[in-house]
């Protein structure tokens, strides 16, 4: 590469003015000083000769432009010196380099460290745990390092946690050895499975005693629900229907119409349906356990479902069976006095359990602030909306069955009793079917109004510790209760100014000035930072109580830390 780069220098040197040329060629003779001349991006050392020969200033030399289409570099000289600035060259280049010192600074760098098994050891344990898993009693624990941390839950602001290491190590003190650990945690296993069993053997006998001796405790939870709100109209229903029910059997058998055994099939699945309702009604307000940890409250929606599917299969499928077989074996019938008037008492009844239904979903969709047709397409209240739909269909099946029947009196023609029956399957179809996609969407998980899901967000962006929200879930799980999701992008600056605001300035100043080392920076980091960290999960508790206590309907509240 030297050969190259000196022909290249050589070959510029000659596209010089003859006095730098000159210059050049009296090195040879004269001392070996070098001057070092730029072209373009490349040094190059020149021979450089004594002052005497060739008077030259300075020579500036700039950049080369390089043509396209052309491997040449053109020279430019920006102005040509005066013999007189030579002497000053000269002496400028007698004069000794000037070497400054090689500074270098090393960057300090953390070492990685190795998380492993032993490290998570250090994790917090809670008394009850430690008790139950490790086979340890209380006055065991009263011996070990206590550590006082932020609670999970809502009526504690702090609890006494402990370490793993420490529980295990106590746990191996007290039993000697793992295998006698694990023999242990099998016996109390084995005696927790009888102790149930034992337990709902007493539960039982004590069940035959009070069945026995009368219940003289005060009204349970689940027979309170069946005197207001859903629960009494579910029951009412029951009553009414199952009495229209008994008596249009007995004007079938007395007529045999077909409208009219399609009516004692439509009471009789009613019946049967809010049976189911009231099932589903007394589970739903169980308190949740650990298997369920949300509660019952979808047990509605459930019922509510089963019901559609009973309607159409018991209701809409025997109702167009004997439709259909009235049309193709017309009988014909009896007196249908009787048959008039049950189904006039009828009217009445299913009347009257259909605005008791309008009246309790008119005050539920108050309430809530929507409109009692919103309130009902949306299938707010499963079990009063079932209600009100099968007494809708019940008056309309009347009303239908009444009309084909009178046409049957009239003509003579039992063809339109059969068509009668037809309309009522139909009338039932329909109304299954939208009992059973009402109540499939709300098992799926719907999201609640979207003005109240914008009011929630709001509110958090309102927040000066958020920065922004994202990603905004709010499902209703029945009965009022809502479920409430979000991802938050916090503000790390206010999250760590409301921890300096708790801390001494002094102290933390001190602290500072004593970090010398990376070590005795980490140990400050690590302190001030998992201190930092329980600030920030302070401040989620405190969004999460206060969108509670704006939004009693919000139960479950996740935000989740971005």
């Known amino acids: 590469m030297l050969p190259g780069l000196a022909a290249a220098a050589a070959h510029r040197c000659s596209r010089l003015p003859l006095c730098c040329r000159a210059a050049a060629r009296g090195s040879g003779d004269r001392q070996g000083l070098r001057n070092l001349v730029t072209f373009g991006s490349l040094s190059y050392m020149v021979p450089y000769s004594h002052p005497q020969i060739c008077t030259v200033s300075q020579v500036k030399l700039y950049s080369t432009n390089v043509q396209k289409g052309q491997g040449l570099q053109t020279l430019k000289v920006e102005k040509r010196p005066s013999f007189d600035e030579t002497e000053n060259i000269g002496a400028e280049l007698k004069a000794p380099l000037k070497q400054e010192p090689l500074q270098v600074r090393v960057k300090a760098v953390l070492k990685k460290r190795e998380y492993g098994s032993k490290y998570t050891q250090n994790n917090f344990i809670t008394g009850v745990r430690a008790i139950n898993e490790f086979c340890l009693k209380s006055s065991d624990l009263d011996q070990l390092r206590k550590i006082r941390r932020r609670s999970p839950h809502e009526d504690t602001e702090s609890f006494t946690v402990y370490l793993r290491s420490d529980v295990e190590a106590k746990s191996l003190e007290v039993w000697g050895s793992p295998e006698a650990l694990a023999r242990e945690k099998k016996l109390r296993k084995e005696a927790e499975i009888e102790y149930r069993e034992r337990l709902f053997r007493n539960q039982k006998i004590l069940k035959e005693y009070r069945d026995f001796l ?37 004007a079938w058998i007395y007529t045999g119409s077909a409208s009219m055994f399609s009516e004692a099939i439509h009471s009789l699945s009613d019946t049967c349906n809010q049976g189911l309702l009231a099932l589903g009604i007394s589970k739903s307000v169980q308190t949740p356990d650990p298997t369920h940890p949300y509660g019952f409250s979808n047990m509605r929606y459930i019922s509510s479902l089963i019901s559609g599917v009973g309607i159409f299969m018991m209701g809409a499928g025997l109702s ?204 400050f980091m690590l302190k001030h930072g998992e201190n930092i960290i329980d600030t920030l999960g302070a401040e989620v508790d405190r969004l999460e109580k206060e969108l509670k206590k704006r939004n009693p309907e919000i139960r479950h509240v996740d935000l989740e830390i971005l």
């Open 214 to 250: 009368g219940n003289t405790k005060p009204r349970s939870r689940t027979t309170s629900v069946f005197l207001k709100g859903p629960g009494k109209v579910v029951m009412v229903a029951i009553c009414i229907n199952g009495l229209n029910c008994f008596f249009k059997f007995l």
């Open 320 to 523: 167009w069976y004997h439709g259909v077989m009235g049309l193709l074996h017309p009988q014909p019938m009896e007196s249908l006095l009787w048959a008039y008037c049950i189904l006039a008492g009828s009217l009445v009844s299913e009347g009257a359990t259909l605005l008791v239904a309008v009246n309790e979903l008119r005050r539920s969709a108050q309430a809530k602030g929507l409109s009692f047709y919103k309130y009902v397409m949306e299938s707010r209240d499963p079990s009063t909306n079932v209600v009100l739909l099968e007494d809708t269909a019940a008056v309309l099946g009347v009303m239908i069955a009444a009309s084909c029947m009178g046409l049957t009196s009239v003509t003579g023609n039992p063809l339109y009793d059969s068509l009668g029956s037809l309309g009522v399957g139909t009338l039932l179809g329909m109304v299954s079917a939208f009992l059973i996609y009402t109540n499939t969407e709300a098992l799926l998980g719907r999201s609640i109004q979207p003005e109240q899901v914008q009011r929630l967000t709001e509110f958090l962006e309102n927040d000066p510790s958020v920065r922004a929200i994202h990603d905004v879930k709010a499902t209703d799980m029945g009965l009022g209760k809502v479920r409430f999701k979000a991802e938050v992008d916090f503000d790390g600056r206010v999250v760590t100014r409301s921890y300096l605001e708790k801390q001494d300035f002094d102290q933390l100043l001190q602290e500072i000035q004593e970090v010398k080392t990376p070590e005795e920076l980490e140990t």
